[in-house]
């Protein structure tokens, strides 16, 4: 059957590497019997801000308004706004959601901090009761794919920024795990605006080759929910340490335990 | 001299937790002589996305446009728009600057992302020739303060979200040590809205004895940018890999050079 691919996207500007990169994305899993569908959230001018006025029909309670509470209701009652509504549509019809962005400040920029904190909605996108547990997205695979405007060498983990790996985990593991997605290897572009043209169009050429199997893909290694003891305040079980250090799964940065990280330990696919 | 305190504050309900422990701050640091100035920012309705319109005077590349070069053009020539040049202008004269939140989706809500984004400009608040390094914010203090929806324990090595340290490393090293702040330890309200209303209190009070001493802290260690080796692409310089393993400074979450992290290991304050 056909997949369908949410590529949700910032960039302000339809000149920019990131917009040919969305743009090769559409382009080559169109090619391939894809429907795409973008949300390019500047020219939609997204509503980054979470604020009473996303629940239709007033709160509950405006004098201690809780987003995360107050939007779940919505949720079940149907009272969402409007443009979260149509965002979580397309959410829940997808199967691969890509998110294309510049790195602003080590993640996300607000517009699309935005999405996330106003689209996956408490109830609909997570549960306190069961965190990285829900069913909605269990078949979905998510992946980040973004421009730096540090070089490489700067993002390992002898470098000045520290390792990739690091930065990324909360929105890796904190975003798109805990919601419950298969995540894919991230696409990374280093320092486009600091390079040659040809290396610029290098860097492309790599990302239209890496598409063409992309659905086809092994998900990054995270270690699973029910390793973790709902009645110990969600730590790891005993019995799962020795799987950790047999590497029965891949050890991931924030679940060290005590052990050396190896380098890209969290980018290692497969099981 | 007396003291000036920047709070940056996001939450959308002056009867939140967050709400009470921003008018802590101001009570307490204002009970010792401090100027303290609120950014309020769902109040101010702080524009969260970055567009071309936060340059006055037109942009100088609308088609390739660049958010970084065009706000760095346009703060040299003193052309960003006035919410932002009000922004910069309380950061420039705080010698400490608090920002309280509550944590969605492992960082700072949108709004204060946008803040981020907007405020910290290049040029203004950062270098990419020399990253870590400007010395405008040199003898500054920053810190997060900020509420959970997850309880302690998740956040451990051996917790469902991992090590609280990791998920922090973009924001304290990434934003406010990059910047070139002393970053002084972070305050956890661990899941105010999931404990009773005795705990709460009891988390308040802890906080306002903290803050009785908070100019006085020592901040957080962090490798210092000139163990880095530019001409390397500021990779650790070999010579300071001894220091590391002597741990002359801390070892620090995304330094971890495939030593272990000791736990809490970027919370160590003091050298």
Same mark, same amino acid.
């Given at each position: 059957m056909a997949k369908k691919v949410l590529l949700v996207y910032a960039h +302000? %500007? %339809?000149? %920019?590497f990131n917009a040919a990169a969305k743009d090769a994305a559409v382009e080559i899993l169109t090619a391939q019997g894809c429907t795409v569908e973008v949300s390019d959230l500047y020219a939609m001018k997204f509503k980054a801000t979470a604020t009473a006025e996303d629940i239709t029909g007033g709160v509950k309670n405006a004098e201690h308004f809780s987003y995360g509470e107050e939007t779940k209701l919505a949720w079940e009652e149907g009272r969402l706004a409007a443009d979260i509504k149509e965002e979580q549509r397309k959410l829940t019809e997808a199967d691969l959601i890509i998110f294309q962005f510049p790195m602003y400040w080590f993640t996300v920029p607000a517009i699309m901090k935005g999405w996330f904190d106003r689209v996956l909605t408490l109830g609909f996108a997570y549960s306190v009761e069961k965190p990285y547990s829900l069913e909605i997205f269990k078949g979905k695979k998510a992946m980040l794919s973004f421009t730096t405007g540090a070089h490489e060498s700067m993002f390992s983990a002898n470098g000045i920024n520290g390792d990739i790996n690091v930065t990324l985990w909360p929105l890796q593991n904190g975003v798109l795990h805990c919601c419950g997605f298969q995540v894919l290897a991230p696409q990374i572009f280093w320092a486009p605006s600091h390079v040659s043209s040809e290396a610029r169009s290098a860097m492309l050429e790599a990302w239209r080759t890496r598409l063409q199997g992309l659905l086809k893909e092994e998900p990054l290694v995270f270690t699973p929910p029910e390793c973790f003891d709902k009645e110990k305040?969600? +730590?790891?079980?005993?019995?799962v340490h020795e799987k950790h250090a047999t590497k029965e799964f891949g050890l991931t940065v924030g679940h060290h335990l005590g052990k050396p990280l190896p380098p890209n330990s969290q980018m290692k696919a497969g099981v």
């Open positions: +302000q %500007s %339809s000149g %920019s305040g969600f +730590q790891l079980k005993p019995e």
